[in-house]
């Protein structure tokens, strides 16, 4: 399985915590160990700066360029932070 990503996973002070790290974390703690796809740039700017391999394979998923994004070894997309969330609660390892 592969988690696209922002920058990272790491802590952040923003309230309710960073959406990647959120969906990181959930998908550890149902014991799954999702490869990290770095998507460098930040989706509501237009796409000419949002270039990077990470951001142009979310768009071709989703359509969108905003990350969190997990794709599951059969190829299926779960796509947003809370949607991660909850598919990884539902589906432990």
């Not at 959406?19 to 799954?32: M, W």
């Not at 599951?72 to 947003?80: I, T």
Request: charged content about 20%.
């Amino acid at each position: 399985m592969k988690l696209y990503v922002c920058w990272g996973t790491f802590p952040t002070p923003r309230p309710g915590g960073h959406p990647c790290a959120n969906a990181y974390h959930a998908l550890r703690d149902a014991g799954h160990d999702p490869q990290l796809v770095k998507s460098y740039g930040l989706a509501p700017l237009p796409g000419v700066f949002n270039q990077t391999r990470g951001r142009r394979e979310v768009q071709e998923l989703t359509g969108n360029r905003w990350v969190p994004t997990l794709v599951l070894d059969d190829g299926a997309v779960v796509d947003g932070s809370q949607e991660i969330v909850a598919w990884a609660k539902a589906n432990p390892a």
